[in-house]
């Protein structure tokens, strides 16, 4: 009889919101389908060691898992594991370069990738405040108002702040501090509205369009709302590039309503799926788990 395959679907152990159970259950379920036993594991339960040399693992388990789907964004734990050999999906490279917006950016230079234009604020220390402001009064100049703010870390709209005119950019400047982020021209044509495309295993999957009439963000956390939607060919192909660049596994592409055609918001590396499943009706989560076993099966 064949050996039932055993994975972990890693979480975070301090987050204690319904919208990451609910995920995580989502995906429990659907590798019970496929008849894999699946543990839900919290990053908190699982220390990553080093001693003498080699990478171990301390904490509440002792059985290791044939393959991870990992759901954080605790890019150690995930490169550790890698350095024990377990395969992770995604990678810990591919969730460093979504956990930041600008990291994510940079990383779609010279790729030919339609983005709004981007501009990375000079860099302070923490502690040192910024005290001369000319370069932001240039960037104001280049970028012009009202334009976005992002911190580089922040999810569900959250950290993504709509600038007026100069004085609201030298002060929000100095409220986040060292804290980075990054600044963006405002796409006045996606105001309120943009597209979510889960990509698995190098195909569109699932579509949503959300809309909100009330924030100039279109995330449901900030109050829109989100319904079916059937993307363009340019839309496909502009997604499944962006996650083939930053060698996603799965990724929910998010994707704004530029003049001149999509333009690449942010790409998520760890995306949430019931949304897009209330939307849709369809369950990206078995496409993840069909994605993670075909993938074991070729080797990688």
């Not at 898992?65 to 490279?93: C, W």
């Not at 986040?176 to 021209?185: G, K, V």
């Amino acid at each position: 009889m064949e050996k039932q395959l055993f994975c972990w679907i890693i979480v975070n152990g301090y987050l204690n919101q319904k919208k990451f159970s609910d995920l995580a259950v989502f995906i429990q379920r659907a590798a019970e389908k496929k008849g894999v036993n699946a543990k839900i594991v919290f990053n908190s339960d699982v220390i990553p060691f080093i001693a003498e040399g080699k990478p171990l693992l301390k904490g509440k388990y002792s059985t290791l898992p044939d393959f991870v789907l990992f759901m954080d964004k605790d890019i150690h734990l995930a490169r550790h594991l890698e350095q024990m050999g377990i395969p992770i999906y995604n990678s810990s490279t591919a969730i460093e370069l979504c956990d930041s917006k600008a990291k994510t950016h940079q990383a779609l230079v010279h790729q030919g990738i339609a983005m709004p234009n981007t501009v990375f604020p000079p860099f302070t220390f923490e502690g040192i405040a910024r005290k001369d402001f000319d370069a932001f009064r240039v960037i104001g100049k280049e970028l012009g108002y009202p334009l976005v703010i992002k911190e580089s870390y922040g999810s569900f709209g959250q950290q993504v702040y709509l600038i007026e005119n100069e004085q609201q950019l030298i002060e929000k400047a100095t409220e986040l501090s060292h804290r980075p982020f990054i600044l963006q021209e405002f796409i006045e044509n996606s105001r309120g509205k943009d597209i979510r495309l889960n990509v698995v295993g190098g195909e569109v999957v699932a579509s949503m369009k959300r809309i909100s009439e009330t924030d100039f963000r279109a995330n449901v956390s900030a109050g829109g709302r989100t319904e079916a939607y059937f993307p363009t060919d340019e839309e496909k192909e502009l997604a499944i590039k962006c996650a083939r660049i930053l060698g996603t596994d799965y990724a929910g592409v998010d994707l704004l309503f530029g003049s001149n055609g999509p333009l690449v918001c942010e790409v998520n590396s760890n995306t949430h799926i019931v949304s897009i499943y209330e939307s849709t009706g369809i369950n990206v989560a078995d496409y993840m788990m069909d994605f993670a076993l075909g993938a074991g099966r070729k080797g990688r």
